[in-house]
């Protein structure tokens, strides 16, 4: 059987915890699998080699950044091999190119085009472990390309379809997926199971575990993801699966409660109502390559309307060179940039067969005094956006409102 795991930058960060690693990856070898490993680079290098770009270029040019960037996990494989080889466990380490995988030229945040397995499987059949530097691949034009952060976990996922891997094992240094970041609140419980569709809201709306395309994958090729900690012991029945169908809880159909930070908003204020102005606005935000998250459009009023959405704070400076002047353009009364605003959602394949989730989450909030700026949904998930100082106890109070703190 072919197994593939991922260890995080923290779980590879220093020589100990790569040997510890690499003590791991060979149990699982002796015991006859066929072991892929892929890693991220060693804590927190990919930030201290952005900064050094930035040290001698203030923007430095996207094809260097990658190519820099991709050293990290280079370094991390190629030490864990060679770690491997200590303990007696044949391995080799091989880049995102040397494994087959085969990206487009989006430098920066690649997208995976396929994995040509030909070289993993010659190693297996060699009876090593290989090693995979996460996190990037290779363009048409065979440069360097990296997968966006947190881009390793995609790797592992997309290697783990490609090699028809029983599940994927995704190690880092939380226990698995809980109903609430446990930082925030600690009562918050570890999962032992989530469905790929409630850990992709989650994904998207903030809960950092998990890079969002790696769920998107696992849901794609049906692949099972275990996310569990680098120090729990295989087999002991911790973490959490990670897939397409699970059990619903019966009573209590809230599975997680995610918080995003990264939430800015932009309100036109007396926009004159007529065809084709959401199209004008939103056209040239598109062509910048800038993601509109939430719009909100208010009923018009007099032929007016206000008109709300929200990008992420790497787009908001972008965001406001553009929308500034277009705001005149369109005649708008005027316009108003919020930062200090997070998003709070319930996410939960059963709240779509149950009614009444939104009204306990709006009224929870209210009797705790917390104002909603603005509420958005989807078909398994409830999001609000509250004032930025606010958004810790938001979690706390609808942690408690839907018990999550109790097992069903
Ligand atoms: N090293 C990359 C990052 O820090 C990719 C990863 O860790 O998944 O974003
Ligand atoms: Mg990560």
Same mark, same amino acid.
């Given at each position: 059987m072919t197994v593939v795991q991922k260890y995080g930058g923290t779980s590879v960060g220093s020589v100990e915890r790569l040997r510890n690693v690499a003590h791991r990856v060979a149990s699982r070898a002796i015991d006859g699998e066929q072991v892929a490993v892929v890693v991220s680079a060693m804590g927190k290098t990919t930030d201290d080699l952005l900064a050094l770009a930035r040290d001698v270029n203030p923007r430095p040019p996207r094809r260097e950044t990658d190519l820099l960037m991709a050293t990290g996990e280079m370094v991390s494989s190629a030490l864990l091999a060679m770690a491997l080889g200590d303990l007696g466990c044949p391995a080799v380490a091989l880049t995102g190119a040397q494994a087959g995988v085969f990206t487009d030229e989006t430098f920066g945040r690649a997208r995976i085009r +396929?994995?040509?397995?030909?070289?993993?499987?010659?190693?297996?059949?060699?009876? #090593? @472990?290989?090693?995979?530097? +996460?996190?990037? +691949?290779?363009?048409?034009?065979?440069?360097?390309?990296?997968?966006?952060?947190?881009?390793?976990?995609?790797?592992?996922?997309?290697?783990?379809?490609? $090699? #028809?891997?029983?599940?994927?094992?995704?190690?880092?240094? @939380?226990?698995?997926?809980?109903?609430?970041?446990?930082?925030?609140?600690?009562?918050?419980?570890? $999962?032992?199971?989530?469905?790929?569709?409630?850990?992709?809201?989650a994904a998207q709306q903030g809960a950092g575990v998990m890079h969002p395309r790696a769920v998107e994958l696992g849901l794609l090729y049906d692949m099972p993801i275990l996310v569990a900690s680098s120090q729990a012991e295989f087999g002991s029945g911790g973490g959490t699966i990670i897939r397409r169908e699970v059990q619903m809880e019966p009573e209590n159909r809230v599975r997680t409660i995610a918080l995003d930070r990264d939430v800015a908003s932009v309100t036109l204020r007396h926009v004159p109502d007529r065809p084709g102005i959401a199209a004008q606005i939103f056209g040239p935000l598109a062509d910048a390559g800038i993601s509109v998250d939430t719009i909100v459009q208010n009923a018009s009023e007099l032929q007016l309307t206000d008109l709300t959405f929200t990008v992420t704070d790497d787009d908001w400076e972008r965001t406001?060179?553009?929308?500034?002047?277009?705001?005149?353009? $369109? +005649?708008?009364?005027?316009?108003?940039?919020?930062?200090?605003?997070?998003?709070?959602? $319930?996410?939960?394949?059963?709240?779509?067969?149950?009614?009444?989730?939104?009204?306990?989450?709006?009224?929870?909030?209210?009797?705790?005094g917390i104002n909603i700026e603005l509420i958005t949904t989807s078909e398994i998930r409830i999001t609000c956006l509250v004032r930025a100082d606010r958004g810790d106890e938001a979690v706390r109070v609808l942690h408690s409102a839907f018990e999550l703190d109790q097992e069903v």
């Open positions: +396929g994995i040509d397995t030909w070289r993993i499987e010659e190693e297996f059949s060699a009876g #090593n @472990v290989v090693v995979v530097a +996460g996190f990037q +691949g290779q363009s048409p034009q065979g440069d360097y390309v990296t997968l966006g952060r947190g881009g390793s976990d995609t790797s592992a996922v997309a290697l783990g379809a490609a $090699l #028809n891997a029983s599940q994927v094992e995704i190690y880092t240094d @939380v226990q698995g997926i809980y109903t609430t970041d446990p930082r925030i609140e600690p009562k918050a419980r570890c $999962l032992k199971d989530i469905a790929a569709e409630e850990m992709l809201e406001q060179e553009i929308s500034k002047p277009l705001a005149g353009d $369109l +005649g708008a009364a005027n316009v108003l940039f919020d930062r200090d605003l997070v998003k709070v959602s $319930l996410i939960g394949t059963g709240m779509q067969s149950g009614p009444g989730y939104a009204a306990t989450m709006f009224r929870s909030l209210s009797e705790a």
